[in-house]
């Protein structure tokens, strides 16, 4: 993810793929997402690497993880959430559980007058706020999928009144969750709410149920124009294993960064991260392994960043000075 946008007037994407696993207590789940007790990061099972293992069952409207950035609320502006979840008809539970495989919240500053997304066990898709429900026909859904599930928010000013339009979209992503998406649902929802048209900014919660069908959960997307924040810097022990694995210079630095590379790591493909002291992901980028890698930095404001190097199952991380 390249993200040099960061006004607060301009939309950015950000997107958590959940394969960063450090410690218990520094992991794409905690450095991102808070209120995380009831949910566990699974290393193993994801997309692309790790993922979220979800429980059986959810205390519906409690067990929700929230994002670390809020949305700012701007007229005719989409704010578009998504997460992917892997489907597993056998672990759906018959009635009266009423569980759902994924969940999208949007919690604005009255509570109940937020709007929800979700796939119900019986793979019908709701769209529900305080006093207004939308629900779609049973989707057909291929066990042992990954599904893209998609929802957007906008707070119109062409209709009469305090309306809101809902939108909430699926794509069939295939067994590997790498396939080009196939579209399999979308629904729109036009309502009236002044409370949630009149809310400065909306929080973006998650959640999903293995007795609803969603085994794991992936690749959180987050887009939209970004209002308060409480995302914290990645907590990292540089003196830690692998602290002699990569070397960096000049440092400070200013245009370029040159970074060198020892036998630990073998793997030719190699990805890095630059982060903010805010926790914000600056610049990211996949590299091939070479005797000496220089990166482009001159876009990036003076003050103390994180450099992440991951290459297979090793991690390293540097503080990084750009004057």
């Not at 597993?88 to 919240?105: C, D, G």
């Not at 007795?211 to 540089?238: K, Q």
């Not at 005797?291 to 297979?312: E, F, K, V, W």
């Amino acid at each position: 993810m390249l993200n040099l946008n960061l006004s607060k007037g301009q939309s950015i994407t950000d997107t958590v793929f959940f394969n960063n696993y450090v410690t218990p207590t520094n992991n794409d789940l905690v450095n991102h997402f808070s209120n995380t007790s009831w949910i566990t990061m699974d290393t193993m099972h994801g997309i692309t690497g790790g993922s979220l293992d979800t429980p059986d069952s959810l205390s519906w409207g409690n067990d929700l993880i929230s994002y670390c950035k809020n949305y700012n609320n701007v007229i005719d502006t989409m704010m578009m959430t998504t997460v992917s979840f892997k489907y597993n008809s056998s672990l759906v539970m018959p009635a009266p559980h009423y569980e759902r495989a994924v969940a999208i919240f949007y919690e604005g500053n009255v509570i109940n007058h937020n709007i929800a997304c979700y796939l119900n066990r019986d793979r019908t898709v709701t769209i529900i706020t305080y006093g207004a429900v939308d629900v779609t026909s049973p989707i057909n859904l291929t066990n042992g999928h990954w599904y893209r599930f998609a929802t957007g928010l906008t707070c119109l000013s062409s209709a009469p009144g305090d309306w809101v339009l809902a939108s909430c979209y699926m794509s069939d992503l295939g067994i590997s969750g790498t396939a080009n998406p196939t579209p399999v649902m979308a629904e729109n929802f036009t309502l009236e709410d002044s409370d949630i048209v009149n809310s400065p900014e909306f929080n973006v919660r998650i959640c999903g149920a293995r007795w609803g069908g969603g085994e794991y959960l992936d690749n959180f997307t987050f887009h939209g124009i970004p209002g308060t924040s409480n995302c914290v810097p990645v907590a990292v022990n540089e003196n830690g294993s692998g602290s002699d694995a990569i070397s960096i210079f000049p440092q400070p630095a200013s245009d370029f960064l040159n970074i060198s590379f020892n036998e630990k790591f073998i793997d030719a493909q190699i990805s890095y991260s630059i982060f903010d002291i805010s926790g914000r992901e600056m610049l990211h980028g996949d590299l091939l392994k070479n005797d000496l890698i220089t990166i482009p930095i001159g876009q990036l404001s003076a003050g103390l960043y994180l450099l992440q190097i991951r290459s297979g199952s090793e991690l390293v991380c540097r503080k990084l000075i750009i004057e």
